[in-house]
């Protein structure tokens, strides 16, 4: 039976509070203590779809298989500190997907597995249009839809909203989406992010002053809220 | 060298404003005893004790006068104190009851006197000077022979020569008061026995007391308090900017010779300088050639300079081969407008000899004046060396002559003739570097007589027949006695040198040896040992520590006697030589110096040495000097290393507690996070919904309160660098309130945030970490039924977070509101570490803003965070605006 979920923690109380949520989740689950049983995990057929990984493992330095898991396929969502904004940016860099501040939220942790979860199950199956919280996008027709209304936006607003949009509820870095909207040459402009984000919101946020669609993580990055 | 005048106006006002602090002598000066000097100062008391003047008698010689014995009865006498000297007990002047006691004015009669061995001073002038730098004014009497530049005058025509002196430098700043009596009273008064004379001098001052001599000493007193008086206007002239008509800027130069004489050249000189209100320098040049010079010499020069400086001269030593050259360049670089040097009086003959200093000088002195000061005969021998025996360098280099003059004429079968003048010279290089120049210089006088008798026709004969041989001898003779003498400079300056590289050695070895150990006591040792073998002395180290004395450095000795430790702990606590030798304490064996560097006083260094006369010979002074210093520096550098250790020490349990400190956080976390998550898994509902809410609610403050201990043990280590970003304020507004929703706590906060608030560069980890401190905060100290208000809006230059509430306030004292620890009034009800407005504090201000706090209208606190657009440190940049 297909292992849905890899949970990677040396904690063994951790890792039987998240077996026991996944459960009444109804979500499938293996478990491993060490990077190195991880490691095996993962690469065994059927291979999971999700890692849940705890940075601090007894044997490696959890950044270290984030690159490895991500090459297996598997969508990795780290399980951080809240401050260690660091340790976020470097663990989306080198492939995981999202992540979890400790002290977790059980409800909020599902969410984000059942969103990870989603975006493995089917290939989006249409490859120039976008749904997020809300709205839409159409790279093709260049068409952007918020409460059933059409809404323009500048080019630049325009690309900046697909990057967000084609990865649906994952935080994507500052410097990640810098660099795909404004060019490599502009990975530390973050000026330019925030004041492009700025008018994002006015033009799609029903409160641009209390915003819920384009959520900033501080010190990581933005992440666009998903369709229900 | 710069203009020495505005040196001399700053010492002049230095000198004034010292004497602001000190007290005030005063000192009755009379020509002879038995003018009434004591009478005339107890009278002046009196009148000073009527006015209310704080008056203690602490010396006063009555020497059984009745009318005197009566005027000491209202006054307060000090007892004196016994000194025990050689079974006697002396009676002696009490100085420490005299400065305990602190007296507005203190009489203590005859300045002059020499103290019993064994008291602090050596002279009461010296205890008299200690009370007047402790802010006591003094009233004292003094007869004018015992004043110390005068003392060449009197003895030049009284013929007594008092060994009691006081140096003119105590009189500086006094206010003299001359005692007049007429010569004929005076002798009046000695016949009608009113004049007491000790039985032992009765006979020698009865010499004192005839018209022609008690006349001239008066004059003497009188004209030398019209100079004092003279002085110190001139003294108040020059610090109130008025000049007065004497020449600026003159300097006299003294040059120091060993020999008696050197004391009378020095007495002239203060005399001169005097004359023309000049500061005089005394020097001393220390020739190759005064190397040699004998060792009673060597102190003779120390207690001339010793002399000099007692009357107020600068003192400088100059090491040169010519002294004439040296002198008058030292008078140039000083500026000096004359030359004091004595001259003996010596045959002609001796002076071509041995030359004259004193013509060499008056010769090379273009622009200076010179003043010779004739010398007596005995004195003037000694001013330049003499070998012992005058006989041994002619005799030395007749042998050697001889020895040559045989070795020629052994080899005269294989000799050219003219090879034999060349080779008679070399008995003469020989003689002159080995021996000396006088030897070289006879040498070439045997060597021409030789070459003369031996090798001229007619042969055997001190005649010469051919003028060819008449020339060669006259070359030979001329060669040879340059030769001689350039030889002889040449093994002076060799020896010279060779001296001054072994003393090179010996203190590159001592400052190697001092390098080489680490800890207080093998210092001690090693600099103990150096320099006793260098100096020839016994040497320790003593330290003051926790107030008892710690003697270091001797293998037998560890404690020392009373007045050696009285002389101890005087350097110490000074910072001035004492003991053996100095002005202070010198009953005692050791002589010690103070051990300072910059950083302070690392000791003291002892040196004795079990024979009579000093204990560090005059030219060894400059060793001694070195010496110390490397010492005193060894010292400083085990301080500060043993300092540095220390603070390592300290820095390594510092980190040590830190590390400790987060690794029992991050321990604790792991567990906790468990509990949070399980706390969080249960539904609240049912009967146990209370229940799972306060776990849920204690476990999240428990892990509030693990990371206020981390971040606070952060800031403790000053380990808080804020990693700058463009960010919008917004953006940390809503994670705040995302972060509060975990703790459920999210229904209370309302949000007001300006639509138009520009961007900010901060950092956003320690931002939302300050705003999450001040909400908690609020929510913690106000009831649940009541709200929570975080506004955001712009003010000039930056933005502005405002955290409400409508808790019970700020406690009556707001100031220790954002120190450490800090609860308000009732915290405990409702929890804290005590630690979360600390750290938004400390947060806030470490990203350039600030924050404050106070009570709300209507109930509440308040409390801003205004956070500047672009951190001060920062260059501005242009922020793209939106």
Not at chain 1, 158 to 167: E, I, P, Y
Not at chain 2, 303 to 312: C, D, I, R, V, Y
Not at chain 2, 440 to 464: D, E, K, R, V
């Amino acid at each position: 039976m297909r292992k849905d979920v890899l949970v990677i923690d040396d904690e063994l109380a951790i890792r039987r509070l998240l077996a026991s949520a996944l459960d009444r989740a109804g979500i499938a689950h293996a478990e491993a203590a060490t990077a190195g049983d991880a490691l095996r995990l993962a690469a065994a057929a059927p291979a999971p779809l999700v890692a849940l990984l705890d940075l601090g493992l007894p044997d490696r330095d959890g950044l270290e298989i984030v690159p490895q898991l991500a090459a297996l396929g598997l969508s990795v969502i780290i399980l951080t500190a809240r401050d260690a904004t660091q340790e976020k940016v470097a663990a989306l860099d080198l492939g995981a997907d999202d992540f979890v501040t400790k002290p977790f939220d059980s409800e909020e942790l599902l969410a984000r597995i059942r969103s990870a979860l989603r975006r493995k199950a089917g290939p989006l199956a249409n490859v120039h249009r976008r749904e997020f919280a809300g709205g839409s996008i159409d790279r093709d027709t260049h068409d952007v839809v918020m409460r059933g209304e059409q809404v323009d936006l500048t080019p630049r607003e325009f690309n900046l909203l697909w990057a967000l949009a084609d990865h649906p509820g994952r935080v994507m870095t500052h410097e990640s989406l810098l660099e795909a909207v404004w060019g490599p040459a502009h990975r530390q402009d973050l000026d330019y992010l925030r004041v492009a984000v700025r008018s994002l919101r006015r033009k799609l946020e029903l409160v641009p002053s209390a915003p819920r669609l384009l959520i900033n993580e501080p010190g990581v990055g933005y992440r666009l809220a998903e369709a229900d | 060298m710069s203009d020495p005048r505005p040196a001399n106006d700053a010492e002049r006002f230095l000198r004034l404003a010292q004497r602001e602090a000190r007290g005030r002598l005063t000192v009755y000066l009379g020509a002879a005893p038995g003018v009434g000097k004591t009478y005339r100062m107890l009278q002046e008391a009196a009148r000073r004790k009527a006015e209310g003047a704080d008056v203690l008698v602490g010396i006063a010689e009555t020497h059984g006068r009745s009318e005197t014995a009566q005027l000491l009865e209202p006054f307060e006498v000090l007892p004196r104190t016994a000194v025990e000297y050689h079974g006697h007990a002396l009676d002696e002047f009490d100085i420490d009851t005299a400065l305990e006691r602190r007296p507005g004015l203190i009489l203590v009669d005859e300045l002059a006197h020499t103290n019993a061995p064994g008291s602090r001073h050596p002279k009461r002038w010296q205890d008299v000077a200690e009370l007047l730098v402790s802010g006591i004014d003094v009233a004292t009497t003094l007869n004018i022979q015992h004043i110390e530049s005068l003392n060449d005058i009197v003895a030049g025509f009284t013929h007594i020569r008092v060994r009691e002196t006081v140096p003119d430098s105590i009189l500086d700043s006094a206010e003299i008061i001359v005692v007049d009596l007429p010569p004929e009273a005076l002798i009046e008064r000695l016949q009608a026995g009113k004049i007491y004379l000790p039985d032992t001098a009765g006979q020698a001052l009865a010499n004192f007391f005839t018209l022609a001599k008690l006349a001239a000493l008066r004059e003497l007193a009188l004209r030398f308090a019209a100079g004092s008086v003279d002085r110190r206007l001139l003294d108040q002239l020059a610090t109130s900017g008025t000049e007065g008509g004497f020449a600026v800027g003159e300097r006299l130069l003294v040059a120091v010779s060993p020999g008696k004489g050197g004391a009378q050249v020095i007495r002239h000189a203060k005399r001169l300088a005097d004359l023309a209100h000049a500061p005089w320098t005394a020097v001393v040049v220390e020739s190759s050639g005064a190397r040699a010079v004998a060792g009673s010499q060597r102190e003779q020069v120390a207690e001339n300079l010793a002399l000099a400086s007692s009357l107020g001269a600068a003192l400088m030593t100059v090491a040169a081969t010519d002294v004439a050259e040296a002198l008058v360049d030292q008078a140039r670089e000083l500026r000096a407008s004359q030359i004091v040097i004595g001259k003996s009086r010596r045959s002609r003959w001796f002076e071509w000899r041995h030359g004259s200093i004193a013509q060499d000088v008056i010769r090379k002195a273009r622009g200076f004046t010179v003043q010779v000061v004739p010398l007596d005969e005995a004195d003037g021998k000694a001013a330049r060396p003499r070998d012992r025996n005058p006989y041994r360098a002619p005799a030395l280099a007749l042998l050697l002559v001889f020895a040559t003059t045989g070795l020629l004429d052994l080899a005269r079968p294989v000799l050219p003739t003219d090879a034999v003048d060349m080779l008679l010279l070399l008995p003469v290089i020989f003689a002159a570097s080995r021996i000396g120049t006088a030897a070289g210089l006879w040498a070439a006088l045997w060597a021409a007589l030789a070459y003369n008798f031996f090798y001229t026709a007619p042969l055997h004969t001190l005649f010469i027949s051919s003028p060819g041989d008449v020339i060669t001898f006259a070359v030979l003779t001329l060669v040879a006695a340059v030769l001689g003498t350039f030889a002889g400079q040449v093994r002076r300056q060799a020896e010279t040198s060779a001296g001054v590289a072994r003393l090179n050695a010996s203190l590159a070895r001592f400052a190697g040896l001092l390098g080489s150990v680490s800890d207080r006591d093998s210092t001690a040792r090693v600099a103990c040992r150096e320099i006793g073998a260098l100096l020839d002395v016994e040497a320790i180290i003593v330290a003051k520590e926790d107030g008892a004395l710690i003697v270091r450095g001797h293998d037998r000795l560890s404690k020392l006697d009373l007045v050696d430790e009285a002389a101890a702990f005087w350097t110490l606590d000074r910072g001035e030589a004492a003991g053996r030798d100095t002005g202070t304490l010198n009953a005692s064996d050791w002589q010690f110096h103070p051990l300072q560097t910059a950083i302070g006083m690392m000791g003291a260094l002892g040196v004795a040495r079990g024979e009579q006369g000093r204990v560090i010979r005059a030219d060894d002074a400059t060793l001694l000097a070195t010496l110390i210093d490397q010492t005193a520096l060894a010292h400083e550098r085990l301080l500060l290393e043993e300092e540095a250790r220390q603070i390592d020490a300290f820095r390594e349990r510092d980190r040590l507690r830190g590390a400790l400190l987060s690794s029992i956080a991050h321990d604790l976390r792991t567990p906790l996070t468990a509990v949070i998550a399980a706390a969080e898994s249960i539904p609240a509902q049912g009967n146990y919904a209370d229940e799972v809410r306060i776990a849920r609610s204690e476990a999240r403050r428990l892990e509030r309160f693990l990371g206020d201990l981390l971040e606070a043990s952060r800031i403790e280590h000053g380990a808080i660098e804020p990693r700058f970003e463009s960010l919008d304020p917004t953006d940390v507004v809503m994670a705040v309130l995302r972060d509060l929703r975990q703790d459920h706590t999210g229904g209370r906060v309302d949000t007001r945030i300006a639509h138009d608030c520009p961007l900010i560069e901060a950092d956003p980890v320690l931002l939302r970490h300050a705003l999450i401190n001040l909400v908690d905060n609020a929510l913690k100290f106000s009831a649940e039924a009541t709200q929570v208000e975080v506004t955001l809006e712009p003010v000039a230059g930056g933005v502005e977070f405002i955290v409400r509430d409508r808790g019970q306030g700020l406690p009556a004292d707001p100031t220790a509101l954002f120190e450490r620890f800090a609860r308000l009034e009732g915290s405990d009800r409702t929890g804290g570490s005590g630690l979360g407005l600390w750290i938004a504090k400390n947060f806030t201000e470490a990203m350039g803003g600030t924050i404050r706090g106070r009570n709300r209208e209507g109930g509440g606190a308040e409390f801003f965070v205004t956070l500047p657009l672009v951190p001060m440190r920062r260059e501005p940049v242009s922020v793209g605006n939106a």
